[in-house]
């Protein structure tokens, strides 16, 4: 993986590379609240050879007291040591216990050794420490003394800095495990980003559903839906916002589908999903709202007879609608209802076999006695990869135009939906990202902006319009406006 990947997986899992970072954090403060605090007292000896005058004598008994002192730190944790000093303390330890506590350390080319005792009571460390020195010489006078006699050992340890009571503990070290606690939890959490970027499938954006499409020969992406929160509260875009991003793209979804079938022009337009909640009764709605906004007759059909919805997003009333006119109980004119802009007509009762219903001649013979009533028909079918009723309706439509949601339709299911489509010959018109992130999708919504005229810059365009054409206009009375008002009444009867 390059630089850019690797800013692509955190900027999509950020929120696992910080949970995890944050549990790092959180186990290096547990570890610490819970371990134990030890304290390190350190006396500090020095080694001296009792004999040679001259400087030569000295030079060499100062070099043999250095190789000297590298053996003696190996000597301070052994029973002649300790079990004396356990003893003398009277410590709750064995010596092997006490041995495990203690350590010395001889920097090299000095005769010094720096012996440290690590306990959990400070004042103990200090009081163990100097009494195991105290011990250490003594041991080391006994094993240099050729006869026995400590009195002629050739050379002496000397405390030139008793232990002192450390102030504060030597562990645990807080900022070190916090900081080793984070460190380890931003590398879990990246690498499990990786792999969750790895296995997934799921059409991340418009880019990565393009490819999928090309890669089967499929239709191409007609537009990308930018995700928007308010979506449930306002189901149709073009009329609550009509200059946000999401408006905009389904006026680019219009605009795609006029070329989308060169030659043909699809005039009836089935909307379908491979899964339930992918959104495609929303872009259902908003694709009819948008197709009547250039002031074409559009009529938007429920043909979803398993979990019919249109009626609940508009407000609309669902029990007399498509199943009521194909049984027979009302034209299908008569529980046709307003959304304002364009005609409704909703799923009316589910029935018990709605496959057999929508591909039935009677469907399709709805579908063609709308069809001379209105320019666009627009048709939200069930999910294709749970049900068979949106292929069986294949016969009536001339299109189908299949949604699928960022970060939840995988590859696999695009692929599948797009074949059983495929398989009925009515052509796949191109296809819809739903839901995309705002920001880094392919279809650089990042240059999306907002066009709206400032309400005061409006109004002051109106006046000067209307100040202008009246000083231009010549004034007409009473009689002439009435006369223009009935010419225009007899034109457009």
Not at 105 to 114: D, F, I, Q, S
Not at 372 to 388: G, M, N, R
Not at 403 to 414: I, K, L, N, P, Y
């Amino acid at each position: 993986m390059d630089l850019h990947q690797y800013l692509r997986v955190l900027s999509r899992r950020w929120r696992v590379i910080a949970l995890m970072a944050l549990l790092g954090t959180a186990a290096g403060v547990l570890a610490s609240g819970l371990a134990t605090p030890e304290y390190r007292a350190t006396t500090t000896l020095f080694a001296t050879l009792q004999s040679g005058d001259d400087t030569s004598q000295l030079n060499q008994g100062n070099s043999f007291t250095q190789a000297r002192v590298q053996s003696y730190a190996d000597i301070v944790a052994s029973p002649e040591v300790t079990t004396p000093v356990v003893k003398a303390l009277k410590l709750k330890m064995t010596p092997s216990e006490l041995g495990s506590r203690v350590s010395a350390e001889a920097p090299v080319n000095t005769v010094l050794v720096h012996l440290t005792v690590t306990d959990t009571r400070a004042a103990r460390a200090a009081r163990i420490s100097n009494a195991v020195a105290g011990r250490f010489a003594q041991v080391i006078r006994e094993l240099e003394s050729p006869n026995g006699d400590t009195t002629e050992s050739p050379v002496r340890l000397t405390v030139i800095q008793p232990a002192s009571v450390p102030s504060a503990p030597s562990s645990p070290k807080t900022t070190l495990n916090v900081a080793l606690g984070l460190a380890v939890g931003l590398v879990l959490g990246l690498g499990i980003g990786v792999a969750l970027e790895t296995v997934d499938t799921s059409m991340r954006d418009s880019k990565a559903l393009a490819e999928c499409l090309a890669a089967a020969g499929g239709p191409p992406v007609l537009s990308s839906i930018v995700h928007d929160s308010r979506a449930s509260r306002r189901p149709v875009s073009l009329r609550d916002d009509t200059h946000s991003t999401r408006a905009e793209g389904f006026r680019k979804l219009r605009v795609n589908l006029q070329f989308a079938e060169v030659g043909k022009r699809p005039k009836i337009i089935a909307v379908t999903s491979p899964l339930p909640r992918e959104g495609k009764s929303s872009v259902s709605v908003n694709l009819a709202a948008t197709l009547a906004e250039e002031g074409a007759r559009v009529c938007l059909i429920d043909c979803d007879l398993r979990r019919p919805s249109v009626h609940s997003a508009l407000g609309l009333v669902r029990d007399a609608g498509l199943t009521t006119a194909l049984v027979g109980r009302a034209g299908v004119r008569e529980v046709l209802q307003s959304a304002g802009s364009f005609s409704v007509l909703t799923s009316g009762m589910i029935p018990p076999n709605p496959t057999q219903i929508l591909g039935g001649a009677k469907f399709a013979s709805l579908l063609q006695d709308l069809a001379e009533d209105f320019d666009h028909i627009v048709v939200d079918t069930a999910p294709v990869l749970p049900f068979a009723d949106t292929p069986a309706m294949a016969q009536a439509v001339d299109g189908y135009l299949l949604v699928a949601r960022a970060g939840r339709t995988s590859r696999g299911q695009v692929l599948d939906a797009l074949r059983i489509l495929e398989r009925v010959n009515v052509p796949v018109l191109g296809a819809v990202l739903n839901a995309a992130p705002a920001r880094g999708d392919g279809e650089a919504h990042g240059y999306a902006y907002r066009y709206q005229p400032k309400p005061d810059s409006a109004g002051r365009l109106s006046a000067l319009v209307s100040t202008r054409l009246a000083s231009v206009v010549p004034r007409r009375g009473p009689s002439a406006d009435g006369d223009r008002a009935s010419t225009s009444a007899r034109t457009r009867s």
